[in-house]
């Protein structure tokens, strides 16, 4: 039978609690109205003894023991005091404290866990965390084994062995083409290990005869497959006298049509040519110092001819191709933003410019040791984002392509005028980007042809948020009736060396346009091909604007993309009529017909 815990005499301590805390009260309000008594008795020298203090103050002693005492009891009797109402909820902690001491005893003495279809797990076979849905029951060994992967031959193992160590992380899944050695064998695996792990099957992701040698440490990692994308060429389009044919990768219809009749108009008016304004990536990294003072000791030791020699100096002695051009300073507060610009040769340059950054900081900061780098790249640079300072001062591949169109071809092959034309150019790509506040964005649809030239050659597709920087300006010729058209677009960033250039399929189109690899020949500079790159896709996108503006001007657009961009369907109508009332008209909006040509 459980012994009873004897409990507290509540009411007899209340009592008691009163009676002291009266007495306590009482005697020190009477020793302070008898205050003066009792000093002039210990001034006096008389017996201490008898001064009318002692007392009291015996009493305020064992009044102090009590209250004391009855606080204390915590520390003398600490189980029945748990169950007091003043110390609610103790004993329901303690309770909880024993629950928590059982179920960590439990799980050091649980060695496996099985998990099911329900219960979400921790990845355990990269080094990225995430929770991943599992279909059906894995056995993990804990978060570690002591398997030595070292001492296991992979290669000989079967993919069911191999999937088994993926799925316990004794062998995690970034590590395959470097156990296996067989490239395309881990792309494999590892789509399995990924087809249990999202429960999916991936057999529409191709993933046979492919390269993955070129891929692996290069240009992807934890590879699956890869993204069959339509390629498209467009041509002939003349530039600069050479007959060229530009691959173009995309998945929108209509658009590599209309670029090739945009191709068709420039070869037909005698071609178009291109001119190379500027050459150089840019690299901003971001410094900071104790003050702005010493931000601006910074920028004035750099305006020194002797110290940018230095700095020039350290700069490039990191690559043999890259060549320092200028070094641009920004200061905000105590930061200092200063944008490196670079020949980078035939590469795009990113990485050869920020090693040359690092090197020339190395020497900043044994001029100024208070300095402090924030970051390799402070955003003036400015990378994949849109920026007043790329429209302004360039990046990359800065150009200018132009032609003349005259009135007959406008005509014939755009089926359109160039009045309507200019119109159409001054109303929607001049007068209505401003109106959006846009940056570099006074064109049709460059962005369209870059990206599909960027991901045929190799190029970063990021990096078409910069490099589709465009105005495009239509007027009349000076015969007063052919159409003037040309492409301002200073901020190609395009290499033909690194990145995914090298891989098959990218190199092939680069072998297409004659740029492949570095330039070589005995009148070829360190970039030609790069530049030649450059100016290949302002003229296509030269093309391009020309074939949109024309189809605008004519109200073309939506049946042409009706016609080219529309998967077809049994209950599809063969055509698409156009009520010209229903339009608004004005002189850039002429009567739509099958054979409509503007006055």
């Known amino acids: 039978m459980e012994k009873t815990t004897p409990q507290p005499k509540w009411a007899i301590l209340q009592v008691l609690n009163v009676v002291v805390m009266g007495v306590f009260i009482g005697s020190l309000s009477y020793a302070i109205v008898n205050y003066r008594q009792s000093l002039n008795q210990a001034l006096s020298g008389s017996n201490p003894f008898g001064n009318i203090l002692f007392p009291l103050v015996c009493l305020w002693g ?185 691959p173009m990768a995309t998945t929108e219809g209509c658009l590599v049509a209309s670029t090739n009749r945009g191709c068709k108009a420039i070869t037909a008016s005698g071609g178009c040519q291109s001119v190379l304004l500027k050459d150089g990536i840019t690299r901003a990294p971001c410094l900071r110092l104790p003050s702005a003072l010493r931000a601006a000791a910074v920028k004035a030791w750099l305006l020194s001819p002797d110290n940018y020699a230095l700095v020039e100096e350290a700069f490039n002695s990191t690559t043999s191709y890259g060549r320092l051009e200028s070094i641009d300073a920004t200061i905000a507060g105590r930061n200092i933003y200063l944008r490196f610009c670079c020949m980078a040769g035939d590469a795009m340059g990113m990485n050869m410019v920020s090693k040359g950054c690092l090197k020339a900081i190395e020497l900043l900061e044994v001029e100024f040791p208070d300095m402090e780098l924030i970051a390799i790249s402070g955003n003036m640079c400015t990378d994949k984002k849109p920026s007043a300072i790329n429209w302004i001062l360039g990046r990359g591949k800065s150009i200018v392509v132009e032609a003349i169109i005259p009135d007959k071809i406008v005509k014939n092959v755009l089926k359109s005028s160039v009045h309507d034309m200019i119109e159409t150019n001054k109303q929607k790509n001049h007068i209505g980007s401003a109106m959006a506040g846009s940056i570099g964005g006074f064109n049709a649809h460059a962005a369209n042809i870059v990206t599909a030239v960027f991901l045929a050659t190799g190029q970063d597709p990021a990096q078409n948020v910069e490099s589709s920087n465009c105005i495009t300006i239509l007027e009349y010729a000076d015969d007063g009736k052919s159409l003037y058209i040309s492409v301002t677009m200073p901020s190609i960033e395009v290499g033909t060396v690194g990145g995914g250039t090298h891989l098959p399929a990218q190199a092939a189109c680069l072998d297409i346009l004659d740029v492949r690899g570095a330039s070589k020949g005995p009148h070829s500079q360190p970039g030609d091909n790069a530049r030649k790159l450059a100016q290949v896709i302002g003229a296509a996108v030269l093309a391009g604007e020309l074939s949109l503006i024309a189809a605008l001007a004519a109200n073309h657009l939506v049946r042409s993309h009706m016609q080219h961009n529309r998967k077809p369907t049994e209950s599809a109508p063969t055509s698409m009529d156009v009520q010209v009332s229903m339009l608004r008209k004005n002189e850039s909006t002429p009567l739509l017909s099958a054979h409509s040509t503007s006055k």
Request: one cysteine or more.
């Open 62 to 246: 064992m009044c102090l023991a009590y209250f004391f005492g009855f606080f204390g009891i915590s520390f003398l009797d600490t189980e029945s005091l748990s169950k007091s109402p003043s110390l609610y909820g103790l004993g329901e902690l303690h309770q909880l404290q024993q629950i928590n001491d059982n179920l960590l005893k439990k799980s050091k003495d649980k060695k496996t866990t099985n998990l099911t279809s329900t219960k979400h797990i921790p990845r355990n076979d990269t080094t990225i965390c995430s929770d991943i849905k599992v279909s059906k029951k894995v056995e993990l060994i804990g978060t570690t084994t002591n398997t030595n992967i070292d001492e296991i031959n992979f290669p000989e193992l079967s993919d069911e062995d191999i999937l088994s160590h993926l799925t316990s992380g004794s062998l995690k899944d970034y590590q395959l083409e470097k156990k296996l050695s067989d490239f395309e064998r881990a792309v494999k695996l590892r789509r399995m290990l990924y087809e249990t792990l999202v429960d999916k099957k991936l057999t529409d992701i191709p993933f046979v005869n492919y390269d993955y040698g070129k891929v692996f440490g290069a240009n992807c990692e934890i590879v699956v497959g890869y993204i069959p994308i339509p390629v498209g060429i467009v041509g002939p389009l003349s530039l600069n006298g050479e007959y060229l044919y530009v």
